[in-house]
């Protein structure tokens, strides 16, 4: 899916900082869930509205090294060495191509990047636990009678339709389709503040880029009407149309459209529009 920028200016990204940040920590995300094709093809249209950005060439450089083309990652780092070569991250894949070890380290990296949480027990506690000897008849049989327990049984059919259905899912439009549990949802769009299409997921025919391009831009214009206005800033919007009604939820440096039918119910769609959004914050580190 291409993702074009026809509504805006050329120089739309580089004047939102926070949007390469927001493209860099989707990327990381598609790469943990093994969604290579996506990470390129989202990055790609970043890189062309930013070819010197450090940052997009370095994460670029991971992707094609992943994919198992390392000439095209040896052409970016060259050219990437060119926009800045005392840059970290360059220095950095320029050894692990000298080492020929370069998949499987950035595999090994991408791993050790995960934080695994596990409960520590204070060495008191420890201490001061009965050993299995100590314990008393009625403690082991309590015990027994636990372990022993009926579990719940999910059907064997349901855990394999349930795996299949998560295996190389948009994590992002698995969050998305949350919104589509209220029957009058038509479909969502999420985009940046320059109008860069992110992610959608919609049941209906629409050209999903354009439009994610005219709601933020309508967005962008509001927002700044109020500044030079001095009435302050706003969290959403709600257009209500004869035969539909669309919401523009706003948290910078992402903006997510919801498009209904008329019949929605306004104050249900937005408490779960925000829970979406909060999450969508959460995944993309924003």
Do not use: H, W
Request: hydrophobic content about 40%.
């Amino acid at each position: 899916m291409k993702r074009r920028r026809d509504t805006l200016d050329n120089d739309g990204l580089k004047s939102a900082p926070g949007s390469i940040d927001v493209m860099i920590s989707l990327a990381d995300l598609y790469i943990q869930n093994n969604l290579l094709d996506q990470a390129v093809e989202l990055l790609s249209g970043v890189y062309s509205e930013n070819p010197d950005e450090p940052r997009i060439i370095e994460k670029l450089i991971e992707l094609y090294i992943l994919k198992g083309n390392e000439t095209k990652a040896k052409i970016l780092l060259q050219q990437g060495l060119s926009v800045d070569k005392n840059y970290e991250g360059f220095q950095k894949y320029m050894k692990l191509i000298e080492e020929e070890k370069t998949a499987d380290r950035i595999r090994e990296e991408i791993a050790e990047a995960v934080e695994v949480t596990e409960e520590v027990i204070p060495l008191e506690e420890l201490e001061e636990a009965k050993t299995p000897g100590e314990e008393t008849v009625e403690e082991q049989v309590e015990k027994l009678e636990e372990v022993e327990k009926p579990l719940i049984e999910v059907p064997e059919k349901e855990v394999e339709q349930k795996v299949e259905e998560e295996a190389g899912v948009d994590p992002i439009k698995r969050v998305l389709s949350a919104l589509f549990e209220i029957d009058d949802v038509l479909g969502m769009i999420l985009s940046d503040e320059t109008g860069l299409l992110i992610a959608e997921n919609v049941k209906v025919t629409i050209d999903t880029e354009s439009t994610g391009a005219l709601l933020s831009s309508i967005y962008t214009e509001t927002v700044s009407t109020l500044e030079r206005l001095n009435l302050g800033g706003f969290d959403y919007i709600i257009f209500e149309f004869p035969r539909g009604v669309i919401l523009i939820l706003a948290s910078p440096p992402i903006i997510l459209t919801v498009m209904c039918k008329k019949e929605v119910q306004e104050g249900l769609l937005l408490l779960k529009a925000k829970r979406v959004m909060d999450e969508l914050k959460n995944m993309l580190g924003v």
